[in-house]
């Protein structure tokens, strides 16, 4: 056989080592921005157009893209650590999760004001756990953190969900600062339980295991931190603190079922779940309803022939959204899905009309639709649970804000909502459906302690929510930041979180509230105000506007007297601040302090 011609060998085109780190560090930034895997460039594909595109250049190699990603890590690392510094007070949340092969996440946030008053926030660590002592690792791993980007002594507080372990792990308030319960999970809390949406199945117990169950975990220290001695060393710590951190708000081991959409789940909402109401029958209808909606739709969409039927007799009656299902774990889906049922009600009364003629359809498909057919009284209760949770649809929005301050909002909302409450309307059955809320409510969403304390002086800082508070709450969060500047002033020393006295929200009168909610509602001109404004009205607040005379400060109670007298509806919160933080220093201090917590652990 004769062999080719060396003459015929064409060199391989070759690229300049400048121009190709240049070109490698443009792919690795194009993967980053756009969330693509460095494989992509290894794809038949692309690799024709770069052929066609930059002769000679097939992308950068793993092994470059490993040396780059990490000293691009490192130096984003090194340059929020130098931002931080900055920094004199921050914020942290923790939010802990499972996915279905039960493997816990944890993702850590910081929040802080910048010196505009601008609320800024980044992630500090996302990170996977296996194994026993979840608590104590969480722990360990949070504070390793902590020291990591130098937050010790910075952080005022910690916002995270109400699982035990979560709870156990940021108990100690010398490393991060005080807890805060997330808001947005409460209020989950409030309506599932409140209103019985989930009821409890009958299961044995055999494969039932609950989230926080640490001691029947699968081992696997391969990824571990911590070591054996370091997990040894904070047992006692873990058992004081698991102890002091119980509230009556953990679960017994229950088991739920995921649907179809599900793919993890929150470890605070397996752990919220303990105490169920009693169930009266109209909670017990509720629950009799939910399970027939979501048979409903869970038949329509595991059947491809009915779903093209309803999907065809929703397009004839021009409507583009599709039925969802709700999930125990993902707030306001109970909301958005009987608020869907409502606008398919024509579109299932068509189905059910020709569901005996369908062809391709099993018996077992329609007994199961005939069986969960809603009947008019079922559709007049989902009007009713619709209009309720739209409130608590709206206050999630708002706190979904990521930038303006939360954790005063946690003030308007809470009140605001209580208003709603208990507020008697013209449809019976909405009234009805209040009352199953108002127990829940109490329970999960009325703060008191420090949490309570923080919120109040939060509110009187927020030029937004600052005429909401009540006279005996404004005396309060005074008295606070009153005790709290003279010992700053007294030891030189950074602002420290003091306790106060709590004033519960719960035996606050409604009607003073209202009064005082008044007077702020249309004083908030940003995107933020406007979200809250509509939010008050919607639950019965109404707008109004007062204005008090101006006059000089110099000591703290002059400070908060000339706060109080400062007309707010001109300004957003930053652009308040950034007028008045010369003339306010000592309260822009504490408002860099505290109005950088955020009232979700998931912002």
Known sequence: MQLSSKSHWLPRMTIPTEKKRQLDQAAINCTISDARPWGDFKRSGMANFLSVAVPGYTGPSSRTVQRMLAKLYFQKQEDFKIELAKVPNVSITADLWQNARRRHYLCMTVHWLDSNFHLKGKVLSFRKFKGRHLAIRIRLHMKRIIAQYDLLNK???????????????????????????????????????????????????????????????????????????????????????????SDGEDDDDEQFDRDDDSSASSSSDNDDDTADFSSPLQMHDIGILMEKCRT??????????????????????????????????????????????????????????QLDSLPGITDKQRNKLFDAKLSG???????????????????????????????????????????????????????????LLLDSFNKYMIRDGKE????????????????????????????????????????????????????????????????????????????????????????????????????????????????????????????????HSKTLPKLAALVSKYLCISASSIP
Not at 212 to 240: G, H, K, L, P, R
Not at 297 to 306: A, D, G, P, Q, Y
Not at 409 to 418: C, E, K, N, P, W
């Open 155 to 245: 952080i005022t507080a910690s916002t995270t969900d109400n699982g035990s372990n979560i709870k156990a792990a940021t108990g100690q308030i010398r490393f991060f600062g005080v807890r805060f319960h997330c808001l947005a999970h409460a209020l989950n809390l409030t309506i599932h339980k409140g209103l019985h949406l989930w009821p409890k199945k009958t299961k044995s117990t055999t494969g039932t295991q609950n989230v926080s169950d640490e001691n029947n975990e699968s081992i696997d220290f391969a990824d571990d931190d911590a070591s054996d001695d370091e997990i040894a060393s904070d047992q006692n710590d873990e058992q004081a603190e698991s102890d002091r951190s």
């Open 377 to 435: 009284a079922d559709y007049n209760m989902i009007q009713s649970l619709r209009r309720v949770l739209e409130r608590f649809d709206e206050a999630i929005k708002v706190l979904s804000g990521q930038k303006y301050p939360t954790l005063s909002l946690t003030y308007a909302i809470v009140f605001s909502l209580l208003h709603y409450l208990n507020y008697q309307s013209a449809d019976v059955l909405d009234n009805e459906i209040k009352d």
């Open 452 to 579: 309570m304390a923080l919120i109040r002086v939060s509110a009187l800082l927020d030029s937004v929510i600052n005429d909401l508070l009540t006279p005996e709450d404004k005396q309060a969060a005074e008295t606070f930041i009153i005790k709290e500047v003279k010992e700053k002033v007294r030891t030189n020393n950074t602002l420290t979180s003091a306790s106060d006295p709590p004033i519960s929200l719960a035996t606050t009168s409604t009607a003073d509230a209202n009064a005082n909610l008044a007077t702020s509602a249309a004083s908030y001109p940003s995107k933020g105000g406007i979200v809250i404004k509509s939010f008050l009205s919607k639950c019965g607040v109404a707008s109004g506007n007062g204005q008090i005379g101006t006059r000089k400060a110099l000591t703290i109670e002059q400070e908060l007297a000339k706060l109080s007298s400062i007309p707010k509806d001109e300004f957003e919160f930053n652009s308040f601040w950034e007028e």
């Open 296 to 353: 409903i739709i869970t038949t329509i969409r595991k059947s491809s022939i009915l779903y093209e039927t309803v999907h065809t007799l929703a397009i004839d009656s021009s409507i583009k959204a599709g039925l969802i299902i709700d999930m125990r774990i993902r707030w306001n889906s109970s909301y958005k899905m009987l608020q869907r049922l409502l606008l398919y009600q024509s579109v299932l009364d068509k189905l059910y009309d």
